[in-house]
C-alpha cells in the first residue's frame, strides 16, 4: 500500500477519518446533551458511585487484557483475519476468564478499605462485569479497525452512544445508580455481539495478505507483541488515571464526582486524535514503504494538534461562562480543567505519534515516553497535593501529560530520523494537500 502514489488509498484513509471524527463528534453532542441533563439533576455522590464502576472496571480490563487489542489490530491489518482469527479467539477467551477471576478476587480483598466501604456485592460485581466486557466489545472493535470497517466501526459506536445517552437521560430524571450502573452494563453487552456480527458480515471479498505474510498467527506471536504494548500501555494509564485513583482515596465520593466531570471534559478534547489514530494505525501497518508512513504520521499529528489547541482554547473559555449558571453543583470542576487542559494539548502528539509507531512494528519504543510521564505524575503529586489539594492532582496530571508528548515527539524524530520541526510546520505538500480535500 503506498500512501504516496495511490490516490484512491490516500482518499480512503481521509474518509475514514472524516467519518470517524464526524461520528466521535456527533457522539460526543450527544453525550453534551445526557451531561447536561446529568450535572443539573444528579447529585454528586450518585454520579461519583457510577464514575467508581467505570474507572475500576475499565482499569482492570486495561491492566489485565494485556494490550491485547493493538495486536489485533497490527495482525488483522497485516495477515488479514484468516490468518488471525484462531489466535484472537483463543487468547481472547483466556483473558476475559482471567480478568473475571483476578478482579474479583482483588475487589474482595478491598471491599473493608476507604474505597469501597459501604458498597454492595452486586456493586462490586458490576465492576468485574463491565472490565470483561469493555474487555470483549474492545477486542471485536478492533478487528473491525484491523478489516478497515470503519463505516461498521463508527455505526457501533455511534449506536452505543445513543443508547448510553437514552440511558442518561432517563437517570437525570430517575436517578438510581443501580440502575445506572447495571443498565450501562447491558449495552455493553449488546454491543458486543453487534459488533461480532459485524466482524463475521462481509459484503464482498476478503482481502488478500501480501504473499509474505500469507500464513497462520501463532498465539506466541500476538502475546510476545502484546506483552511489549503492555508495559507501556500501563504506564500510560496509570499516568492518565492516577489523579482519579488518588482524590478517590483521599477525598469524598462527591469529589470525586466533581473531579471526574474535569477529567472527562479535557478527554473530549481528543476525539480528533483518537478518530485519526484508529484509522491510520491499520493503515500504516499494510504499508511498504517507510515514506509512506512517515508522511502520513507527520501530516496526521500536526493536523490533530492545531485543532485540539482550538478547541482547547474554546472549551475553557465556554465553561467558565457556562458552569457558574447551569451546573452550579459542578462549578468546582472549573480550576482543575484550567490545569489539564495545557497537557491535554502537548498529549495530543502522543496519541498519533504512539500508534503510529505501534504501527511499525516497534510498541516497545513507546515505553520511556510514558515512563517519564507516569514519573512525574508521581513526583507531582507527591508535592503538590499537600498545597494544592485536588487542583494539585489535576497539575501534575497536565505536567506527566505535557512530558509524555514531548518526549513522543524526540522518540519518534530519533527513530525515523525525522526533523523535529516537521512535527510543528506544515510544509507545502501538506498545505496544498489540505486544500485538496477541502475543495473536494
Known amino acids: 500500500m503506498s500512501f504516496g502514489g495511490k490516490k484512491k488509498a490516500r482518499s480512503e484513509i481521509v474518509r475514514d477519518s472524516v467519518n470517524t471524527f464526524g461520528t466521535n463528534l456527533f457522539g460526543s ?80 480483598l478491598m471491599r473493608g478499605t476507604h474505597t469501597f466501604q459501604g458498597r454492595s456485592a ?34 457501533v459506536n455511534l449506536t452505543q452512544q445513543v443508547l448510553i445517552t437514552a440511558l442518561n437521560a432517563y437517570i437525570a430524571f430517575r436517578p438510581d445508580a443501580d440502575l445506572w450502573i447495571w443498565g450501562t452494563n447491558a449495552v455493553c453487552a449488546a454491543m458486543a455481539a453487534f459488533a ?18 500469507d500464513c497462520a498467527v501463532p498465539v506466541k506471536d500476538v502475546m510476545g507483541y502484546s506483552l511489549k504494548s503492555h508495559v507501556s500501555n500501563i504506564l500510560n494509564y496509570l499516568n492518565k488515571n492516577l489523579g482519579r485513583y488518588v482524590v478517590q482515596e483521599k ?81 468546582g470542576a472549573l480550576d482543575p480543567l484550567a490545569y489539564l487542559i495545557v497537557g491535554s494539548i502537548f498529549v495530543s502528539y502522543a496519541q498519533v505519534l504512539t500508534n503510529s509507531i505501534a504501527a511499525y512494528g516497534r510498541p516497545e519504543l513507546n515505553i520511556l515516553p510514558n515512563a517519564l510521564a507516569a514519573a512525574v505524575n508521581v513526583a507531582g503529586s507527591f508535592l503538590l497535593i ?37 512535527l510543528i510546520l506544515p510544509s507545502r505538500e501538506e498545505i496544498a494537500m489540505v486544500r485538496g480535500i477541502f475543495k473536494k
Not at 483466556?94 to 478482579?103: D, F, N, Y
Not at 466482524?199 to 509474505?212: E, K, S, T, Y
Request: aromatic share 10%; with cysteine; net charge positive.
Open 122 to 155: 452486586s456493586f462490586l460485581a458490576s465492576i468485574v462485569t463491565y472490565g470483561v466486557l469493555s474487555f470483549v466489545f474492545g477486542i471485536l472493535t478492533c478487528v473491525l479497525r484491523g478489516e478497515n470497517k470503519f463505516r461498521f466501526f463508527n455505526i
Open 29 to 108: 453532542a450527544l453525550g453534551l446533551v445526557s451531561t447536561v441533563l446529568v450535572l443539573r439533576n444528579v447529585a454528586t455522590a450518585t454520579k461519583g458511585v457510577y464514575n467508581q464502576m467505570q474507572v475500576w472496571g475499565g482499569g482492570f480490563n486495561t491492566v489485565l487484557g494485556l494490550s491485547v487489542s493493538s495486536a489485533v489490530i497490527y495482525y488483522v491489518a497485516r495477515y488479514k483475519i484468516q490468518n488471525a482469527k484462531a489466535a484472537v479467539g483463543k487468547t481472547t477467551a483466556v483473558l476475559a476468564a482471567a480478568i473475571v477471576l483476578i478482579s474479583a478476587a482483588v475487589l474482595l
Open 251 to 331: 477525598y469524598a465520593i462527591a469529589d470525586f464526582g466533581v473531579y471526574n466531570t474535569a477529567v472527562t471534559m479535557m478527554e473530549q478534547l481528543w476525539l480528533l486524535p483518537a478518530a485519526v489514530s484508529q484509522v491510520i494505525m491499520s493503515r500504516l501497518a499494510a504499508m511498504q514503504q517507510q515514506s509512506d508512513r512517515l508522511r502520513l504520521t507527520l501530516l496526521a499529528s500536526k493536523l490533530v494538534t492545531y485543532v485540539t489547541t482550538a478547541g482547547a482554547v474554546l472549551m475553557l473559555w465556554a465553561a467558565r461562562l457556562i458552569f457558574p449558571v447551569l451546573f452550579p453543583q459542578y462549578v
Open 386 to 422: 499537600p498545597p494544592m489539594g485536588i487542583n494539585g492532582v489535576a497539575a501534575a496530571t497536565s505536567a506527566s501529560l505535557t512530558v509524555q508528548g514531548l518526549a513522543s515527539i524526540v522518540i519518534f524524530c530519533v527513530y525515523s530520523h525525522t526533523a523535529p520541526y516537521r
Open 196 to 213: 461480532l456480527w459485524g466482524v463475521l458480515r462481509w459484503n464482498g471479498p476478503r482481502p488478500v495478505p501480501a504473499p509474505g505474510d
